[in-house]
T-cell receptor, first 115, second 115 residues
Framework: GENVEQHPSTLSVQEGDSAVIKCTYSDSASNYFPWYKQELGKGPQLIIDIRSNVGEKKDQRIAVTLNKTAKHFSLHITETQPEDSAVYFCAASRPSRGGYNKLIFGAGTRLAVHP | DAGITQSPRHKVTETGTPVTLRCHQTENHRYMYWYRQDPGHGLRLIHYSYGVKDTDKGEVSDGYSVSRSKTEDFLLTLESATSSQTSVYFC??????????????FGPGTRLTVT
């Protein structure tokens, strides 16, 4: 089955610096790759996603890149702010006949942004 | 949390007792999911539903059952709780259509402790 590995498990940056989190997946049929941000005591919040027909997607300070050949995708956060501190999860899913998502998650990255 | 509520939000129960967690959505989304979150494992899919009375197993379904009698409600039952089922449980929902994965949104979670 699908396996998603996420690195690093913890990341500490200074405010204003960039942060990069990387994930690799094993199932070459995977075609949907969302990223979630989880703050303490809350549910995961979808922040950006990418589908396999594009290589990069950007939304203000966050961007995601996808390399289908190498089977890896990355989250880039620029100009980090203290409120970016959270746990970030990547996930992958493959097509299904019914349109549902059986997401396979990475183990998470705890990002700390220091003022 | 995208019109998703979970109840209870916290529960402590004893080994061997039955427990039912409830997920309620106001979005009229077709698909509903139950995940558990444990340190070092990210989120893992327990069961999902693709319509009223239509459910299927996820990757960690042993010891759990689900029911969906109405579009808006998805119940997760632990028939006889064990300490290994101590976890945070999240419900999620997604739209449907054409076999293409749609965004998945999560509820606030239920923290379950089995003593």
């Amino acid at each position: 089955g699908e396996n998603v590995e996420q690195h690093p498990s913890t990341l500490s940056v200074q405010e204003g610096d960039s942060a990069v989190i990387k994930c690799t997946y094993s199932d070459s049929a995977s075609n949907y790759f969302p990223w979630y941000k989880q703050e303490l005591g809350k549910g995961p919040q979808l922040i950006i996603d990418i589908r396999s027909n594009v290589g990069e997607k950007k939304d203000q300070r966050i961007a995601v890149t996808l390399n289908k050949t190498a089977k890896h995708f990355s989250l880039h956060i620029t100009e980090t702010q203290p409120e970016d501190s959270a746990v970030y999860f990547c996930a992958a899913s493959r097509p299904s006949r019914g349109g549902y998502n059986k997401l396979i998650f990475g183990a998470g990255t705890r990002l700390a942004v220091h003022p | 949390d995208a019109g998703i509520t979970q109840s209870p939000r916290h529960k402590v129960t004893e080994t061997g007792t039955p427990v039912t967690l409830r997920c309620h959505q106001t979005e009229n989304h077709r698909y509903m999911y139950w995940y558990r979150q444990d340190p070092g494992h990210g989120l893992r899919l327990i069961h999902y539903s693709y319509g009223v009375k239509d459910t299927d197993k996820g990757e960690v379904s042993d010891g759990y059952s689900v029911s969906r009698s109405k579009t808006e409600d998805f119940l997760l039952t632990l028939e006889s709780a064990t300490s290994s089922q101590t976890s945070v449980y999240f419900c999620a929902i997604s739209e449907s259509g054409g076999g293409y994965p749609y965004e998945q949104y999560f509820g606030p979670g239920t923290r379950l402790t089995v003593t």
